[in-house]
């Protein structure tokens, strides 16, 4: 999978990110077991889609390899918004984007956003 990287489960810690089925999760808890007479340990993941605030949990070995997203940040100057599109000029590199409006978020042409993209995917993720 392009913009991840591969990690064993017992290494990711809560608050961090992590992919299933192609889609950026963050990880709101783990919980850990111990080995039994015939199996390893497990660990039960409960993960928060950062694009839909979809909940999902996942379990797997703590030795499993799990994918985990490249994540990019950054800010920009909001040059219009047309409908549910927010048009701003990144500040790195002067490059223009096209973001999705997040409703929760006051944003507004002249002002300054910052931005996350992971797996090709952007979102707005605070106004200043």
């Known amino acids: 999978m392009p913009g991840t990287t591969r990690v064993e ?3 990711l810690k809560v608050g961090r990110y992590c992919c299933v089925d192609e889609k950026a999760y963050k990880i709101n808890s783990i919980s850990k077991s111990k080995p039994g007479k015939h199996g390893s340990a497990k660990a039960r993941l409960e993960l928060v889609d950062i694009f839909s605030g979809q909940k999902i949990y996942h379990v797997g070995t703590v030795t499993e390899s799990i994918n985990v997203p490249l994540l990019e940040k950054g800010t920009a100057m909001v ?5 549910e599109e927010v048009h701003a000029m990144n500040m790195r590199d002067h490059s223009m984007m096209i973001l999705p409006v997040e409703p929760d978020l006051n944003v507004e042409a002249g002002n ?6 992971a797996l ?8 200043h």
């Not at 040059?79 to 409908?83: K, L, Q, R, S, V």
């Not at 300054?112 to 993209?117: A, G, L, P, T, V």
């Open 9 to 11: 489960i017992r290494t």
């Open 120 to 127: 090709g995917r952007y979102k707005i993720i605070r106004d």
């Open 112 to 117: 300054e956003i910052m931005w996350m993209e």
């Open 79 to 83: 040059t219009h918004i047309e409908g």
